[in-house]
């Protein structure tokens, strides 16, 4: 740890544990200590750690070939982009490296296809509140929260913020120059904020009636965390384009684009491209991912049903200690426990309890588990907090 701090930028405030093994529900550190993991590397390790599915798929993609140029077809990423397209929206699908880059080139996407179709200066994008797109500069532009953005000014212009959850502020915020909106379905790191059943499907027809195409982030809410596949299914309407990341590779660093044909035929060869995305390696690890999903029926119910049982516990403590607690928010397994006062130090409890949580936007505890958590570490985890609320 000593050397961490001497080596790495120091760009994280890290809990004192060094972590070396991970199997399904739990990691190891390097002093032989377990943890029951609810992060899951923030919405990552979705099927938990090191699922033999995706481990073998790495180590036999890892004989065959781990990488080469996108100036050729690389087999596994053909076989990711139709999974994902026969199980969404999309009809097409682009491959990078992370989340950030994934909003990126949704932004390139919007602008380019509103400059394809109207006009160049139809470059504006509406964004919320609250929310995280990334730390690049157009993804950082893009996010809703000034204390992210500090210091790294000027950001690129064009990027408008109004409430999320308010289709009356973003009504307002349109103009002629408006070429896309985007959106996370569920706010995650701004604090697990759900809009309601119809703010969704309210955006979608404004963006329709005025010609803008409508952007979901879903690098936090994809690949399964909130129940279905993707998020937008739960609001009853399509976007135009969707970012993907963090779940998608299982634990392999991988970002994704989906889009309409009609929209992603604005990109073209020369007009974006990555040295990296798409390699046979990371597309092997999350095509065993997305497929493990999918044909794992107990995956997709679990986090339905689990998820359910864990908020009623949760509602439980809140109703214990109503001081401490405001509210439980979530969606399957993307949980958000909003308290009273500071959550970090209840973070620094839970880990020497043997729990790894996470605290968001200050005072709001996030749980976002493996998909195959079952109440035999749910139970545990609401003791602890019992124990660490009752002082
Ligand atoms: C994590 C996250 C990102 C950024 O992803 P990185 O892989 O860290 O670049 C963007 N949008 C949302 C909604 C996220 O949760």
């Given amino acids: 740890m000593e050397e961490s701090n001497k080596y790495l930028m120091n760009t994280y405030n890290r809990l004192p544990i060094v972590l070396r093994k991970g199997r399904g529900m739990k990691v190891w550190s390097s002093d032989g200590k377990e943890y029951i993991d609810f992060l899951g590397g923030i919405a990552v390790n979705c099927l938990g750690h090191c699922h033999p599915n995706v481990v073998i798929a790495l180590q036999k993609q890892a004989q065959r070939l781990l990488h080469v140029s996108n100036h050729y077809h690389i087999e596994p990423q053909i076989e990711l982009a139709k999974i994902l397209v026969n199980n969404s929206f999309a009809d097409k699908a682009f491959f990078c490296n992370s989340g950030t880059e994934a909003v990126e080139g949704a932004i390139k996407l919007a602008r380019k296809y509103a400059s394809d179709h109207t006009s160049a200066e139809r470059f504006e994008i509406i964004t919320a509140e609250g929310s995280f797109h990334g730390r690049t500069f157009a993804s950082l532009s893009a996010t809703g929260q000034d204390k992210l953005k500090k210091g790294f000014e000027p950001l690129v212009p064009g990027f408008k ?8 502020a973003l009504e307002k915020a349109v103009t002629k120059n408006t070429c896309a909106v985007i959106l996370e379905p569920i706010q995650g790191e701004g604090g697990i ?21 409508l952007i979901l982030d879903e690098i936090q809410t994809g690949i399964g965390r909130t129940g279905a596949l993707f998020a937008y299914e739960h609001f009853d309407m399509e976007p135009d384009i969707i970012t993907l990341a963090k779940g998608l590779g299982g634990g392999v660093a991988i970002g994704a684009i989906l889009a309409k044909d009609s929209v992603a035929a604005s990109f073209n060869p020369g007009t974006h491209g990555s040295t990296f995305g798409g390699n046979p390696l990371a597309c092997a690890a999350s095509l065993a991912t997305v497929g493990t999903l999918l044909e794992d029926s107990f995956l997709l119910d679990n986090c339905r049903r689990i998820g359910k049982y864990f908020m009623d516990q949760l509602e439980n403590l809140k109703n214990d200690f109503p001081d401490t607690i405001v509210e439980v928010r979530g969606k399957g397994l993307m949980i958000g426990l909003e308290l009273t006062k500071e ?11 043997g729990m790894l949580i996470n605290c968001t936007a200050g005072s709001i505890l996030r749980f976002t588990p493996p998909l195959i958590i079952t109440e035999k570490e749910i139970d545990p985890l609401i003791e602890v907090l019992e124990d660490i609320f009752k002082g």
């Fill in 161 to 168: 913020h109004v409430p999320f959850n308010d289709i009356d």
């Fill in 193 to 213: 904020k759900i809009p309601s059943y119809d703010y969704l499907k309210q955006v979608r027809q404004l963006c329709d009636k005025n010609g803008i195409l």
């Fill in 343 to 353: 959550g970090g130090p209840i973070v620094d409890l839970c880990l020497k309890k």
